[in-house]
């Protein structure tokens, strides 16, 4: 900080006794230690203080990049695929070509006249073969071909020999 040598050291000291004189000097030496001690005690606790003030700041901007952080995780922590597919097939299917025009409520199937009625009512009819499969000009179904059973298979080997 300053720039004193051993030189100047001297200088001062040789100054110091001829103007203080031999009596009072170690008096005054005493004085000035505690002064700098004293200074330097107030210049550490400034330090000290200062120091503190500075991990608080970053401690304050890593609380808020950490919090920043924690909110992040959160966002994927609450992510529900499923949720957020179904909410969107649900919009889609409550409005396909997106107006807002409400859909009328469905109307009851009219009851039958009579007790025959509800009753053939009630049975589906028979489904045939073909029922589950769309029809479809390009789609032919072959019919299978007879299966060989073992005992014609043991006859057609042992005629050849």
């Known amino acids: 900080m300053f720039d004193i040598g051993w030189s100047e050291l001297v200088v001062i000291a040789v100054v110091a006794l001829i103007a203080i004189g031999p009596k009072e000097l170690p ?3 005493r004085t000035v230690g505690q002064y700098m001690g004293k200074i330097r005690r107030m210049a550490s606790e400034f330090q ?6 500075m991990r608080e ?14 909110d992040a995780a959160k966002g ?4 529900d695929p499923l ?16 107006t807002s025009t409400p ?11 009579s007790a025959s009625q509800a009753a053939a009512a009630s049975v ?38």
């Open 103 to 113: 859909t009328p409520p469905p109307t009851p199937a009219p009851e039958p006249a």
């Open 83 to 98: 949720a957020s597919v179904k909410k969107e097939v649900d919009s889609f299917t409550a409005d396909p070509m997106g």
């Open 48 to 53: 000290g203080q200062f120091q503190e003030a």
């Open 76 to 79: 994927f922590t609450d992510f």
């Open 57 to 70: 700041a970053e401690m304050a901007d890593l609380k808020k990049h950490v919090d920043e952080m924690a």
């Open 27 to 29: 008096g005054v030496l």
């Open 124 to 161: 589906p009819a028979p489904l045939s073969p073909d029922a589950n499969i769309p029809h479809s000009p390009d789609l032919t179904i072959a019919p299978e071909a007879p299966q060989p059973n073992a005992a014609t298979k043991s006859t057609s080997s042992g005629s050849g020999a």
